[in-house]
């Protein structure tokens, strides 16, 4: 038997030398028969290897180890507490290190401490400026950032949404349509997109009554224009033919196994003027309020938009910056390193637009890029936003391990895939509690946060509290980092006493 055995393994080796030998498309296996192959191995099972063995706590990208730790632990509910004290380099921190100074008085507990759900609202009412019929205000300064279905699993999109449900906050649909997997009852934000899917006609273009129905029949809180992402701004998509399915191709209202393609640019609008336009009939239409969730790039547009909506008092209700590191389903490596600002860099630029025409206390802003974890959150949150929105953070608590196959399909965690085989190993009944408690246990953090900071609320919590490493090791305030005017990102006084009365006293 083992005479048999060692001749089958010499009889294969010889195949693959024979095989190497001849090919000529890789040199290495040309040059190094066999053993070459190891090379590949290495290659690809490369991010696995790192992330387990070589790469420590805090070294990984885009999350590193402790921060894929406090989701995980925080989604599965188990001891979110890190012993014996930090393992970060106190000196010598890397630039941008958030440092909160909390307050030698901390505020005591509220009503949403003991509440199970931690609820802490918005403290806009979104809307209200222009006059929405249906504005509202968010329930929650956490909420799910837009992914489509197609670039995540429907078992991913259900247990998204039913984590919103149980969370109490909203999810975005991403550009990909309203599936029936999001009908699992979370509120919902609906994304336009440039391919307008599932309120198009046939041809492509989009039809504004398709959008009326969509919003009666769904519990659509808003409506989310997408201008672009971080990951990839300015380039538009192609989902290949091949992937096309019936259930996608239903939910994009496009034709089943041809090749969908969502243009770099909207059809229905191409300037400033004509997506104000665009804005403004949608959302007489739907009376929802309307926003824009855009990167960072060109300065101008966002002067030149913030000067037009002060001058005619139309516009977006609500504008959402997504940071050039932010993710995607897939993406070219170009744009994913190199096109639009990182969310530090970005978002002030455009709340500073704003700020200078006054209209930032009437705008809602919110924020994506890794904002997801408790220092990220309260800072956006201190640079004005008034909600952040998480994608990754939200996939790793349903159980993404940071693979990096989201590009390829071959997900192995079952969340950005279409494969049913690894889709079936996502249970929507578990993942979606686990959603949820990585939620409300981020919003938790929030509220101690802010309490630390001898607050009752987390946007309420001013810019001056926070300090940021530069790349000299020196620490400095963040106001000063980002160039703000005293109370720029602070609410009005009339929107922080309502919104410490609702956490006080209704919940
Ligand atoms: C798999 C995947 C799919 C995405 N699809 C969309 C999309 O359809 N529309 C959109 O505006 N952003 C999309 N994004 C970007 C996220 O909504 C978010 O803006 C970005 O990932 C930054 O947030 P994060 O750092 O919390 O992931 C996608 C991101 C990922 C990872």
Redesign the pocket.
Known sequence: MWVGLIVAIVALLALVTVHDLLQTKHAILRNFPVIGHLRFFLEKIGPELRQYIVADNDEER?FSRDRRRWIYSSAKQENQYFGFGSDNDFDRPEPGYVIIKHSAFPHRPVAADAHSLHPVPVAKVIGEWRGRRHAFRPASVVNI????YG??SGAAVEALNRGALLAGCWQ?????GLSTFHQQGGDLVF?I?TGYFGVRDRAGKFELSQLVDLCTANPVRAI?L?LS???KPGLGGLLPGAKVTKVIAQVRHIEVGKDCVSPAYHETFSDIDTMLEFIETIADATGVPVGI?SAVGDNQFWTDLAGRMARTGTGPDFV?I??G?????AGPLAFTDHVSLPFRQGFPRVFRAFAEVDLHHKVGFGG?????FPETALLALAMGCDWV???????MAIGCIQAQR?HTGHCPTGV?TNNPWLEHGLDPNLKSVRCANYLVNLRRELLRLAHACGESHPSLVDLDRLELIGSDGVSRPAADVFNYRQGWGLPLAPQAAEVQRLLITTL
């Open positions: 885009p950032s837009g992914m489509s670039s995540l975005s649909t991403g550009e990909g994304q997109g989310e997408k992402q971080g990951a969730k959402v997504d940071g590191e932010g993710g995607t389903g994506s890029a890794k904002l997801g929105s998480v994608a990754r953070e939200a996939m989201c950005a």
